[in-house]
């Protein structure tokens, strides 16, 4: 039996899960833990008698795999109850279930100053730890020949200037304005990568499927993309215009393949990605921000380096780290009551 700590890494990546960041972060932190070598890394182990069980998820399965796990229950808060506004529908009732589920871990994983803050408002005297979100940047990165067949798939020229979105098609995500923006640029591409991973509990899905139907020529809603390495390579600026998120995913990604980014001005993104090209308080901004051809430039020289701290091997360790620290306080405890 092998000597080294062990971990089951929880995450439903299947039905409305797998699309979304917090199942494409539990990948990737299980690809990094397991590169590290020095643990017994397991995901979505039938076994429950790991020395950390680190969950991602809050559905079902995720629930049952806490209530049977032996050792140390960590829970990341991928998901708030802010976050739903504008992106769930029924978002007040699926609220309610946050602060009981919560509750019953020994641990939660927070990954920004704001989310640490909404959790202990929840928890007051739940024990945290702040982890950025990660990025990998061996896979995510700028590529020719990639961004060459990416534009030919799509019948893109050298000349045109794409833009790239990858969300889901949620108010919250800035669906309208992303559309609105695409109305104003005739001479520009748009690309939104992403679709409605919540199904009909996702916030105006009507609504936005109607707005997309009256979206020009210059819009493009590719669907499920099987590389999405080469959307990154292939795009020109990722705009990101979402009214409330996390550490976003898709912005490391994008600064990772080196694109400068249009990102809304939520709070702690001036200081989290320091490689984008502009924040901004209002779409209208996003034109003249496009026009400035020479801060984009220099945004995309800096913004491979500005992702450097979030690549998932420093982050993998991270984890290490803290699962060592909480499993032997977990022993220690329970030396002290047997």
């Known amino acids: 039996m092998s000597d080294k700590l062990s971990v089951n890494i929880r995450v439903e990546n299947f039905g409305p899960f797998k699309y979304v960041g917090c199942g494409t972060v539990a990948m990737m932190l299980y690809e990094g833990l397991s590169g590290l070598g020095?643990?017994?890394v397991e995901m979505n182990s039938r076994r429950h008698d790991q020395d950390v069980t680190h969950v991602h998820t809050l559905g079902p399965a995720a629930y049952y795999t806490k209530v049977r796990a032996k050792g140390v229950k960590i829970?990341?808060?991928?998901?708030?109850?802010s976050l739903n506004v504008n992106n769930l529908a029924g978002a007040s009732l699926i609220n309610r279930m946050y602060k009981p589920l919560y509750g019953t871990y020994?641990?939660?994983?927070?990954?920004?100053?704001?989310?640490?803050?909404?959790i202990k408002e929840m928890l007051p005297d739940m024990p945290t730890t702040r982890i950025p979100s990660c990025v990998n940047m061996d896979?995510?990165?700028?590529?020719?020949e990639k961004r060459r067949a990416f534009r030919e798939k799509y019948g893109f020229s050298d000349e045109d200037t794409v833009i790239l979105q990858v969300a889901q098609q949620t108010p919250r995500k800035g669906i309208y304005d992303f559309l609105d923006l695409a109305d104003r640029l005739p001479d520009?591409?748009?690309?939104?990568?992403?679709?409605?991973?919540?199904?009909?509990?996702?916030?105006?899905?009507?609504?936005?499927?109607?707005?997309?139907?009256?979206a020009g020529k210059n819009v493009i809603f590719p669907g499920f993309v099987p590389d999405i390495t080469g959307a990154y390579a292939g795009a020109d600026v990722f705009l990101f215009p979402s009214y409330g998120d996390l550490m976003s995913i898709s912005i490391l990604e994008a600064l990772s393949s080196g694109l400068p980014v249009l990102s809304r001005n939520l709070k702690e993104y001036k200081e989290l990605f320091p490689g984008v090209a502009a924040l901004f308080e209002d779409i209208s901004e996003v034109p003249d921000?496009?026009?400035?051809?020479?801060?984009?430039?220099?945004?995309?020289?800096?913004?491979?380096?500005?992702?450097?701290?979030?690549d998932i091997r420093k982050v993998a360790q991270m984890h290490a780290d803290l699962y060592a620290r909480l499993s032997d306080e977990h022993k220690r405890k329970q030396a002290d009551h047997s």
Do not use: C, Q
């Open 139 to 144: 896979k995510y990165r700028p590529d020719a």
């Open 188 to 214: 520009y591409k748009f690309m939104w990568i992403g679709g409605f991973p919540y199904g009909p509990i996702s916030e105006d899905r009507k609504a936005v499927e109607e707005r997309k139907k009256k």
């Open 38 to 40: 020095t643990l017994d």
């Open 289 to 310: 921000l496009l026009r400035d051809e020479e801060n984009l430039r220099k945004a995309a020289s800096r913004a491979r380096p500005s992702v450097e701290p979030y």
């Open 75 to 81: 829970l990341t808060a991928h998901s708030t109850p």
């Open 106 to 118: 020994d641990h939660i994983i927070t990954i920004t100053a704001d989310n640490e803050r909404e």
